[in-house]
């Protein structure tokens, strides 16, 4: 059984990381929780932005073969993995922009490439927008920025994430996690099945079983919309882009298309035989990517 405890402890260690937190503030639009980053390395910095229903961990493979060019900061958005959850907190794409804001401005940092994967793809390209002084170049991996989202891995995650949507149901449904479902809905972004691993799912499982959390989730998957707008921010970014794909993700090539149309300075990579989530499948291909320009 997942862990019911509020204070839960991550039930995987990434080589040569240490975990750390930034303090709650008051913000725009209410408190802003409690923030936890993993930090590893040496170098200039980089932050790394996980995807949908994941956390820092995400990165357990990729963190290890980047440490020795950059200091990695690789963050939990608000609500998610051991970030605070705050009570009637908003998790639309603003409010977890917020946070990555936070961790460049509180920490300090300059000279920052930001490389996101999926969701985190599209914070990337937009923290980057509100502070170019501060971003050196984006990576964004499969942006989650098109209409369906995560009900493009399966008829099991467009029934999961519709009801969970459902008005009077959808919290209830939202507190349903069986460890099969998730499963094979995060397999839906694989192309390498085995490259999700058990003890991963586990970890995911129990931070699902946090007070509060599958209001989280529902806020999240409620928040797609925002995602979707996100997207007219990204002609604003003055940094260098490169934007990459997995030969099977969930977008679209049309999807892929609008995004080079709109970005036609980026560069661009399709990772063969990669579905949406990179870092768990080909994590060398993003290592090589950030590391050829470090």
Known sequence: MPSTSQHPRPTIHVPGTTSHTIAPRAGRHGREGTLRYLKAGTGAPLVLLHTVRT??????????????RYTVYALDLPGMGYSEIVPGASYDEPAMRAGVKRLLTEL???????????????????TAADLPERVRRVVAVNTYDFRGGITRSSLLARVVVSGVLTPGVGPVIAGVEPKPALRTILQGGLDDKSALRE???????????????PTVARGVYQALPSLIAARSRYPEVKAPIHLVYGEKDWSRPSD?????????????????????????????????LLNAVA
């Not at 003890?199 to 959390?213: A, I």
């Not at 149309?261 to 870092?279: E, N, Y």
């Open 199 to 213: 003890d991963y799912v586990d970890e995911l499982l129990q931070v699902g079983g946090r007070p509060g959390y």
């Open 256 to 288: 892929r298309e609008a995004n080079k149309q709109l970005l036609p300075a980026a560069d661009f990579t399709q990772v063969p035989k990669a579905g949406h989530f990179i870092a768990l499948e080909r994590p060398d291909v993003l290592a090589d």
């Open 55 to 68: 956390q820092a961990e995400h990165y357990r493979h990729l963190i290890p073969l980047i440490a020795d």
């Open 108 to 126: 300090d940092l300059h000279d920052v490439t930001l490389a996101g994967e999926s969701m985190g793809a599209v914070l990337a390209l937009t």
